[in-house]
């Protein structure tokens, strides 16, 4: 399988650490750190040192490991208590991305079975590392799966406009929307991206064009508030995007933004395509109105990186995710194949 040009996740076994390339850091500075315990996990999802909804599941799955190892170095025995107490911490991060509760909830199975059949601790920690490189390697394989389907639908040249990032920055490896565009490119076809900048935190600028240039993908950087101006123009042919959590009916979840570029879509008639893996979406959940938003710091918005573009005492509201509306969706791309959203539910 092709590999990324960089590693988001690593496991480091004689480490027992999990490495993380520090997002908060790029694109100066290509900084990778270790987590050894679980606060620092929980604050790297937190504070989206890792982030992406695929990447966040797989960082928690992690996250659960490194929690249990501390907790079995010589202290008293490992009880579910500690073990729901880890879970909750970590699925206390972030409440929008449902891979985060997905990936949590497969550790919680093991755990708790290996708890039920008394295991000693070493093994039941072996038990929910082999469960976690399984959910990384899964989450590889269906990006790979989801980009040959998705390649299907781009033109042999096709100008893209994509929000945020979905990229390899976001999973274990590869993409969703990214996934679909470097499918399209290794198959031969003559593809640019327009990254939106995606304001507070600067995902679509600080990421997605780093990730797309070190992949020698064609990439044009715009401000958010740029991309209906270049459907206008005739200067985008589609748009994809990846998302955080999708309901039932297709409403689907992801950065802030993504509604007005579907709304400008639909207004240009251009196809708008969700690229994400089957455990981003949320059966349990009939529809969008559901889906629980995160609200950040306010200082994501009054300032641009370390520089204040506010008076400090301004009211702001600063909603990390919106609702894009099935009726907005063409189709959801995912490793089982393109879907409508009314077609979504077959899946189930
Ligand atoms: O706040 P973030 O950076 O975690 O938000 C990420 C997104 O909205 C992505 O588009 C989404 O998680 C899909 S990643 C494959």
Same mark, same amino acid.
Not at 27 to 45: G, M, W, Y
């Given at each position: #399988?092709? !590999?990324?040009?960089?590693?988001? =996740? ?7 650490? @999990? $490495?993380? &390339? ?40 992690y ?43 497969? #550790?919680? !199975?093991?755990?708790?079975?290996? =708890? ?7 093994k @039941? $920690?072996? &038990? ?19 980009g ?72 044009? =950087?715009?401000?958010?508030n ?67 938003i ?33 009726a ?7 490793e ?13």
């Amino acid at each position: #399988m092709t !590999k990324s040009a960089f590693q988001t =996740l690593t496991w480091i076994e004689e480490k027992r650490a @999990l $490495r993380l &390339l520090d997002q908060r850091r790029l694109p100066n500075e290509e900084l990778f750190f270790e987590c050894r315990d679980l606060q620092q996990v929980a604050k790297a999802i937190k504070t989206l040192a890792v982030r992406g909804a695929p990447a966040i599941g797989v960082a928690a799955a992690y996250g659960v490991v490194i929690g249990v190892q501390e907790e079995t170095v010589g202290k008293d025995p490992f009880t579910a208590q500690k073990f729901n107490k880890i879970i909750d911490k970590l699925a206390a991060t972030r409440p929008t991305a449902v891979n985060l509760f997905w990936a949590l909830a497969r #550790m919680k !199975k093991v755990g708790e079975e290996g =708890l039920r059949k008394g295991f000693a601790e070493a093994k @039941l $920690r072996d &038990l929910l590392l082999l469960e976690a490189n399984l959910i990384y390697a899964e989450d590889d394989q269906a990006h790979h799966r989801l980009g040959k389907y998705g390649e299907k639908l781009i033109p042999a040249e096709a100008r893209i406009l994509t929000h945020c990032n979905a990229g390899a920055l976001a999973c274990a490896e590869y993409g969703t929307a990214l996934g679909v565009i470097r499918a399209a490119q290794a198959a031969g076809k003559k593809i640019k991206v327009y990254a939106d900048e995606t304001r507070p935190l600067l995902q679509g600028s600080r990421l997605t064009t780093w990730e797309l240039l070190k992949e020698k993908i064609p990439v044009t =950087l715009i401000c958010d508030n740029m991309a209906a101006h270049c459907m206008a123009k005739g200067m985008i042919d589609l748009v994809i995007v990846g998302a955080d959590r999708i309901a039932a009916n297709g409403d689907t979840a992801n950065k802030i933004g993504t509604y007005s570029v579907a709304l400008a879509a639909k207004a240009h008639n251009l196809p708008f395509y969700v690229a994400a893996p089957t455990s981003t979406i949320d059966f349990s959940l009939a529809q969008g109105s559901a889906i629980p938003i995160e609200e950040r710091d306010p200082d994501e918005v009054r300032f641009f990186g370390e520089r204040a573009t506010a008076p400090s005492e301004v009211e702001v509201y600063n909603p990390a995710f919106d609702i894009t509306p099935a009726a907005l969706i063409s189709a959801i791309i995912t490793e089982k194949g393109v879907f409508t959203p009314a077609e979504l539910s077959a899946i189930h």
